[in-house]
């Protein structure tokens, strides 16, 4: 049995909806979905599903992320995570609300 694996890549582009809002979107697609005019469905990526985006009323153009930048957003939260406090906190009162 034949597999169809599309390659997908991460992609952040602005369009204009249709209520004239500008909407920013990381997304997943494949590059030949790009090609194509009007509404296309796409996978966002902080939402955590299916969207339209539509390439007809596109901001400016549409830029593929790093593959490593996830990689490198989860490397800083874990630096932060180990942070040392800053030095005000240390030497702080805990104030009573």
């Given amino acids: 049995m034949k ?5 997908r890549s991460e ?3 602005t369009f204009t909806k249709s209520t004239g809002e500008a909407r ?6 494949s590059e030949a979905n790009l090609k194509k005019c009007g509404l296309i469905t796409v996978y966002d990526v902080e939402k955590c599903g299916l969207r339209k985006f539509n390439l007809s009323t596109l901001i400016g153009r549409i830029a593929k992320v790093p593959a490593d ?10 630096l932060h995570l180990f ?15």
């Fill in 83 to 97: 942070a040392a406090p800053p030095a005000w906190a240390k030497n702080a009162e805990p104030t009573q609300p």
């Fill in 11 to 13: 992609y952040v582009g």
């Fill in 24 to 29: 920013t979107m990381r997304f997943t697609t």
């Fill in 69 to 78: 930048l996830n990689a490198q957003l989860a490397q800083l939260k874990l």
């Fill in 3 to 7: 597999t169809n694996i599309t390659q």
